[in-house]
């Protein structure tokens, strides 16, 4: 006997691809260990962009963490102003436990600095750029066929008259997809539901 039948297998994959869609589906992030396996430490010497260095060679996603591990020091939110002069006089959070973790709550920049301002002025402090994802659009199913007058004159495709513009106003076109892995385990689920209950009639 069936579990279900293939009426309500199929509401299933409709359910799971509607949550989908609508973005019901718990998205989990990724968590950044800041400074890796040195931690939210004061840099010595030279090494005053180190978090920033850091920070640029990693890209980061509404719903990413960040993850601080500190002794004897603070971690501060601030804004770009006070960031600029290590001020944490009115810092939009403050954290002093030695394990702090923030999440990503909204694309654009997150502006953190040590709460001793000398380890701020020594290069304790970290902008992070959080990234816009756009949301998937497909573009047209097929490009337009050429018409008259347009410069086809026919012979070789890969002319310079048919080359792609060289000017700097061109601009690839990109599209970003963030799946969830919740999304993928629900598609997955409902997949499965569909064969066995196939399987069971």
Same mark, same amino acid.
């Given at each position: 006997?069936?579990?279900?039948?293939?009426? $309500?297998?199929? #509401?299933?994959?409709?359910?799971? #691809?509607?949550? #989908?869609?609508?973005?019901?589906?718990?998205?989990?992030? *990724? $968590?950044?260990?800041?400074?890796?396996? =040195?931690?939210?430490?004061?840099? +010595?010497?030279?090494? +005053?962009?180190?978090?920033?260095?850091?920070?640029?060679? %990693? =890209?980061?996603?509404?719903?990413?963490?960040?993850?601080?591990?500190?002794? %004897?020091?603070?971690?501060?939110?601030?804004?770009?102003?006070?960031?600029?002069?290590?001020?944490? +006089?009115?810092?939009?959070?403050?954290?002093?436990?030695?394990?702090? +973790?923030?999440?990503?709550? =909204?694309? !654009? *920049? *997150?502006?953190?600095?040590?709460?001793?301002?000398?380890?701020? #002025?020594?290069? $304790?402090?970290?902008?992070? =750029?959080?990234?816009?994802?756009?949301?998937?659009?497909? !573009?047209?199913?097929?490009?337009?066929?050429? $018409?008259?007058?347009?410069?086809?004159?026919?012979?070789?495709?890969?002319?310079?008259?048919?080359?792609?513009?060289?000017?700097?106003?061109? @601009?690839?076109?990109?599209?970003?997809?963030?799946?969830?892995?919740?999304?993928?385990?629900?598609?997955?689920?409902?997949?499965?539901?569909? @064969?066995?209950?196939?399987?069971?009639?």
């Amino acid at each position: 006997m069936a579990c279900c039948s293939v009426s $309500q297998a199929s #509401l299933l994959v409709c359910a799971a #691809l509607v949550m #989908l869609g609508s973005g019901s589906l718990p998205a989990g992030g *990724f $968590q950044f260990h800041v400074g890796g396996s =040195r931690g939210w430490i004061e840099p +010595t010497g030279n090494d +005053t962009d180190v978090y920033n260095d850091w920070a640029s060679e %990693n =890209r980061f996603h509404v719903g990413d963490s960040v993850y601080f591990e500190y002794k %004897n020091d603070s971690v501060l939110v601030v804004d770009g102003d006070d960031y600029g002069t290590c001020d944490g +006089t009115y810092p939009i959070y403050k954290f002093k436990d030695g394990h702090t +973790t923030f999440t990503f709550d =909204r694309f !654009g *920049f *997150f502006y953190f600095i040590s709460g001793n301002l000398t380890h701020c #002025l020594n290069g $304790q402090r970290l902008i992070v =750029r959080v990234m816009h994802i756009l949301p998937f659009s497909p !573009g047209p199913l097929g490009a337009p066929a050429p $018409q008259p007058g347009d410069g086809d004159q026919g012979g070789d495709p890969f002319s310079p008259a048919h080359s792609p513009p060289t000017s700097s106003s061109a @601009s690839p076109v990109t599209a970003n997809v963030l799946v969830s892995p919740a999304a993928v385990v629900a598609l997955a689920a409902a997949a499965l539901v569909v @064969s066995f209950s196939g399987l069971l009639l």
